[in-house]
């Protein structure tokens, strides 16, 4: 599902609002290798059974342009529909601050304590300013951490990099809250990185996986809401989110931006593969 | 003084948040003509004192980017309060939104009637509805328009074109308020077409200039918020505001977006043309 | 109907094969404005009902990427099929080499002389050469020429310009072909130019309105096959679109390249103003 | 002769060094519509009979990239030697640090009094500044004007516009040097332009046309070493040497731009296209 | 020698015919820096005596724009023809439809076996469609794999990634093709890479490298026929051409896109940069 | 401070003038996670105290845009005054010929051996030629080898690749300089690349860190002067800047050029961040 919105980027460049659209097309490209519902993919040298159901299109959220407020709730009751009629919600955004509504959705349609992976450069652990509010791209994390099944311990954040708050530091080390680097992300590799996110989540009922394409470099996906040099590459995303998805109740995919897209729509397509990636190797088809 | 907040760019591209920053940068290379507090004009053939004080910039507004309300109070006590000091206020937005805050801040700081010249490809004559709400990029006019002192016998659009909704026809007819199409102006040129805006806006006291680049044609000015073709040429807008300067007390210039600008500052640099060319003909300097 | 296809486009840049996806895009930014099946035009000042159904979109012709001929035969029959069924078929190509099939369309499904008004920058009168064969871009007029009822002296190409082959110029003064230059018809003005074509095809019982976007100018229309500089204006097409829409049976919009258009679809946004003005002001909808 | 040479560009963008490159690839697109020597114009509906000499490329000028003056040696000695052949000689630059040699070139490679017909938006009549020094793009025309049979009564400036030093000003006043802004231009139209032009230069014995691509609008020629607003239009520029074309001894064209060019080099295309019409209607090649 | 032709690209981004051109120019860059017929590379820091005859452009092959049958026979002709004068040839397409006619032209010139390493994102062994038929830029592996010298156990493809057909999984089971995935490539490196390359080939007599661009991420590489993220860097694809040129008789590189290339040619350079190592490190000229 | 020059760029794309404007743009978007004098640094873990005047703008260097001598000249003055002050200058390029008058004005100001640590894709070892002349951008590291007490034995380039100029080969070979390449630096990681070249240079009283942006790979830095692939991630220099940065005495970035950068500034954005990990990893200030 879409949440065609950007109405929470009051901090660099805004236009996500594009993304749903531009990743819907996107999908089309990719979707045209299905034969008699079935794909083959060449990492795994596997064919897998995707059927004709694999991606179920709900249409974008209802967005209320003026009202940050009333998009982020239909935001939450749509990822909550969702999981409770038995799918793994994949939710396009929009900017970064439908991290927490999407947390909230899982939160609440589902038991337990939950656990986010939270790929991202930044923290989005704002508690308030004067200039962004409460509620932002860059609040996200803090927002959802205040849920009552949702404890720092189950959450790890990736590729985060540079330079954040101190105040944010303070929190982190207050609450728990731990992180992989992406420089330290990429010394490991996607494979021994998954492993020690995976551990790090392994006491969470249900896990969200949220991906903001800031995690990867500027030059893989110029299409952002900022850009921190440093990041991860494509490959290593993408290795990554295949590796994660069995694992998954849960997606977003947040802050692409087409309005600083290339020409081509390089990270409108990124995101496309990611979400694919995430559904096929999430869906545990069977293989032949 | 900037202005540079676009949350009420609920439709089409955001990203004029950016824009007082870019034409900042693009009038100094204007200004680097001033030799010795004067400034030679091809057009007239004449040399303008300008002085050192022509353009003083009085930075940005107090933009709170999550608060709508907030920032355009702060828009309109600062235009006030520039009027009330005896200078002619120049506010570079953000986005269209901010036609309105001016023209309340003209309204509180001069007695008697105002008019609104409102060049736009669009009428911004929205009153409400769910998805923008009542203040928005597209509700401006229809804001100013309540205001007491504000009457559309004062008013005129000038550049308007295309389509819009039967709703606001209605309310045009109702109101009395008419238009200059871009092909109407075209068609008169800009001195003919000048002087009917300056009849339409006779009976006002005070008449408040509001410049939506978008008037402009996508060709001349593609960093905007929406690309309406069949619009003004950059000559036509350029001539057509040193005529009107004299007789103008304050000029709003919005919806400049660098991020659909190309990448040599196109629209940012007629931006600043346009707001010099008011600003050296509108100052009444000695010419020689 | 759409025409996603270029493989007619053996000269200049491919891509127009993306065109009508991108222009359907462009097209809901305009019938936003369409309140209770009613739109305002403001330069008419008048609201026209049109309706529910006044663009239905046919989806794509059945383009067979490697074989030119079976997609343009299925082209002139998607043409002769929507006129037989009453409707005014508008064609987004594609390139230019869907001239011929939708005028053989026309020409198979109407009685009588039919017309043909070619606004271009270039002339399409190529029989044959080595390079691009008898079926491209470059031969779509040369082509329709050779239908029965389809006569030169019912014919005129709009917008042309600069230079071209002698052996087309003495095509051109053998058939009786006639011209206005791209710079006669902004001499004339839009007005009186239409007046002129119109009276060159009042002979014809049927007219086919082709427009390859080249006939704009660059600066206007950079999403084109080829760059032809000192075109028409933007404003200038819309108005002679307008003014042509109700002595017209048909409509392409051919060579709006998406690859070589700029990063806001400047170009396809002023292909789908252009089909749209066609649709209300050909459609004879009432006026209020 | 192609100069490419960007040395003298102190202010502005540069990278017309480039320029020579571009332009000669886009004059492929044009040439191709030559058949057996000949080329049918569509404005004058004429075939001319251009042989296959109409355009001699003798290469690059003897560019010395670190030394402005001997690259400016070499620029002159060409253009004379070519003078001295009997051709008629056309130089691409580089910016607009040319103009000077090239009519110094044309000064000592021809007797009587040189006129000069200058478009470009600015005056470069600098003298001398300690950033730009004497010899710049910024001073062509001051220099120029310093050669003993070029005098200011024998020149014009075309297309100039906004603002400019007082110092130029009062130089303008001294010399006797007039100008026609670009509006002035636009008002009269390029038929009676023109005529204004020819005779300020009808006193002159020979006569050098240099186009600096800033005359022309940024919309139609974004590819500039600089933005000037309220340009000439493309098609206004190419009927304005077309018709000069038979009274000029030679042609620069100038400021040409490829690193700020459009990703389709319309600025190339269009002064490819204004130095082939100037070649073809200068040529006085018989018509049939 | 070029091949600017890009009739078979049907699906994706079509542009790579001028890709020739840009790669030309490209190269300008490079030989630059040959200095009396040597040449000093910095990763083996050596010295290469490479000539003035290193590379000879043999210029474009005779492309029929509208007819893939005779472009690709002139293909296969000229490659054959140039390794029967004992040259190595390097072509440059052109759309990857150029892949079959090369590989047949290898098998027409020289004896044995032939193997084939295929660089490419994607399997090009597609059979046949409606959309695409036989020949197209998706089939150029299957073809040549029809070939009678020509099999499977002598090819491997490299830097596939993503997903594909089940069919082509089934077609490459049977042939016992196999691949090296680009993420496999990046945990080995190039140096283990090309081992295993070279070991798959090492029963084949005569060996062509294909290079399709895409095989690089697009990062590196935007200028392509399609965008499948997850690719080789541009070190790596330069690594390893250096260390499989010795070993190679013939180089295609194919789908480099100047349509869809960022501004400044990165791809084009990039491909010029590939061909040039693999003719310098393939020569076999003497080091000092 | 800034060096806003590009007049040594007689090779490639000019245009560095415009890089100190954009990379102090880009700083804002760094500096702003400053909070109360402290920042946060996620690779290390740990809070800088960088107090308010970590980074004191010195404004530009008096550049004199037409006299590379007495802008060299100038650059050197500033370096000399800025160390004798006590501070650790970072200079902002321009082109690379700012190599030379750093390293110049670090020998000026600091007494014994002074050891130059030069990122660059290229060797700068151009003694003299008719085209460049002997002070340019390919220049810098021979002008600077020829000074007292810069011996080649201190010095190391890195991230050099591709080919150069077999007099530069033997120039290295005589002086004793050496190299890591770039694919040599990303086999060894960034951690062990700093430990050779700290080694390297330990014989050095002071050091100085030029970096040439186009050490970095075209992908992750598009605005440069010339684009050599197989470059530096922007990861890795990021890492190395870091672990530099207690080592040395002065920065300079150079070749960052706006004029090829994308167009959300990636190369600037890089750039700025490179100079701020080493502002804040050489401050030596405490951590808490
Ligand atoms: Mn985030
Ligand atoms: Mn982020
Ligand atoms: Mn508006
Ligand atoms: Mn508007
Ligand atoms: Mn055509
Ligand atoms: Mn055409
Ligand atoms: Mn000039
Ligand atoms: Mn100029
Ligand atoms: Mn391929
Ligand atoms: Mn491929
Ligand atoms: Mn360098
Ligand atoms: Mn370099």
């Given at each position: 599902m879409g949440v065609p919105f950007d109405?929470?980027?009051?901090?660099?460049?805004?236009?996500?609002?594009?993304a749903p659209g531009r990743i819907r097309d996107a999908l089309r490209w990719i979707t045209q290798r299905i034969e008699d519902g079935?794909?083959?993919?060449l990492e795994?040298?596997?064919?897998?059974?995707?059927g004709d159901d694999l991606l179920r299109d709900r249409g974008d959220v209802d967005v209320v342009g003026h009202d940050i407020g009333a998009t982020l709730d239909a935001c939450s009751t749509s990822v909550a529909e969702s999981l409770r009629g038995g799918r793994t919600p994949i939710i396009i955004g929009g900017d970064d601050s439908v991290l927490f509504p999407v947390a909230r959705g899982v939160h609440e349609a589902l038991p337990g304590r939950v656990g986010v992976i939270h790929f991202d450069a930044h923290l989005d652990l704002l508690d308030h300013n004067r200039f962004q509010g409460r509620v932002s791209q860059s609040s996200g994390m803090r927002r959802s951490l205040e849920l009552d099944r949702i404890n720092a311990d189950d959450c790890i954040q990736v590729a985060v990099r540079h330079f954040n708050f101190p105040s944010s530091a303070e929190f982190k080390r207050k609450s728990g809250l731990t992180h992989i680097t992406a420089r330290?992300?990429?010394?490991l590799g996607p494979v021994s990185a998954v492993e020690q996110i995976?551990?790090?989540?392994?006491?969470?009922?249900h896990v969200f996986l949220s991906f903001d394409i800031d995690a990867i470099d500027p030059a893989f996906a110029p299409g952002a809401g900022a850009h921190e040099p440093g990041g991860l590459t494509s490959g290593e995303a993408l290795e990554a989110v295949r590796l994660l998805a069995p694992h998954c109740d849960a997606l977003a995919v947040t802050e692409v931006n087409p309005l600083t897209d290339d020409n081509t729509s390089t990270?409108?397509?990124l995101a496309a593969y990611l979400l694919f990636h995430f559904a096929v190797f999430g869906s545990g088809a069977d293989r032949r």
């Open positions: 109405g929470g980027s009051t901090l660099g460049w805004p236009g996500s609002r594009y079935a794909i083959y993919s795994t040298d596997s064919v897998h059974e995707v330290e992300f990429q010394a995976l551990d790090r989540v392994s006491g969470a009922d990270t409108a397509t």
